[in-house]
């Protein structure tokens, strides 16, 4: 494989997966790179509804926004349990196959429930990133944490799916080379106990999981604002605005280059 396949994940509904896959796609394909974009989340299709936003608005304002290619890859309907995990491996394969030549980076939006697909995709992963809300009830799908002194005990239910999928990779998976940020999505400027205490627990768990902690996105109605019109905040320089732009924004668009630069292509 030799595009760099960047997959965002996390068995937890709502954490930022779909926002952090539209950021990264978007930053990347601005960057020069050759995206494609791959969603996996079927039933909500959101990665892909907003690049029909973007295309829609690209022909509207007749500006040139730059866009990944992109594709939806669904589960297979067998209802035998070995042969669906068989065809979509192999369907999976066929197609990671024939795109990885032909592009520079692959993102993958994987739903926030465990299924085939989305365990499939972690496997395939040169870079995982998974947004997390700074809770404890979001930590808990990674790490089982000892109240009395925040340490991890073990693995929860998506920590030891990632350490089984990207430690051992299956048959027909050739990559080695692997990094796993966790970042921190929808942070607020309050200083609170309960901020604290998840950054103790995180910090624990990254030693334990050998992921690294990341500053996300701030709390901001703007990524939520931007997703119907198809955009990301690093697009806002580019519709030259009479207003230009505001502290707010410029704050945003730091935040989401200071976090994919932490991605090594
Ligand atoms: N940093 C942020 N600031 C404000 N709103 C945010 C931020 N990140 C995400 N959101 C909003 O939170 C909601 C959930 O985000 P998103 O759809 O990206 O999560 P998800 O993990 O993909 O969810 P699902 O598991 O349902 O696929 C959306 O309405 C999104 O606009
Ligand atoms: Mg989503």
Do not use: C
């Not at 030799?2 to 994940?9: D, E, L, Q, W």
């Not at 350490?163 to 080379?177: F, N, S, V, W, Y």
């Not at 692997?178 to 910090?203: C, D, G, H, P, Y």
């Amino acid at each position: 494989m030799s595009a760099h396949i960047i997959v965002v994940g996390n068995e937890k509904g709502g954490s930022g997966k779909t926002t952090t896959a539209i950021h990264v796609a978007v930053y990347f394909s601005m960057m020069g790179y050759r995206v494609h974009a791959l969603d996996l989340d079927h039933r909500q299709a959101s990665f892909g509804q907003f690049l029909i936003h973007r295309r829609r608005v690209i022909a509207q304002k007749a500006i040139d926004l730059p866009t990944p290619d992109f594709r939806q890859l669904r589960p297979s309907a067998d209802a035998d349990g070995y042969m669906r995990a068989f065809e979509e491996e192999e369907r999976a394969h066929e197609l990671m196959s024939r795109i990885s030549d032909a592009y520079d980076v692959i993102v993958i939006d994987t739903p926030g429930f465990d299924g085939g697909l989305s365990r499939l995709a972690h496997s395939y992963a040169n870079t995982l990133i998974t947004p997390l809300n700074d809770s404890f009830i979001d930590i808990g799908v990674l790490a089982r944490i000892r109240q009395e002194d925040m340490s991890v005990i073990g693995p929860s239910h998506y920590g030891a799916m990632v350490l089984k999928q990207t430690g051992a990779r299956g048959r027909l998976r050739l990559t080695e080379d692997f990094e796993w940020l966790v970042m921190r999505n929808r942070i607020s400027t309050l200083f609170t106990q309960n901020k604290r205490q998840v950054t103790t627990a995180l910090n624990a768990a990254a030693r334990h999981f050998g992921f690294k902690v990341v500053a996300g996105f701030s709390e901001r109605v703007i990524y939520r604002d931007l997703y119907m019109q198809g955009l990301s905040v690093m697009d806002l320089p580019l519709l030259n605005t009479p207003r230009g732009l505001s502290p707010s924004e410029r704050n945003a668009i730091d935040e989401v280059t200071r976090l994919f630069t932490e991605i090594s292509l």
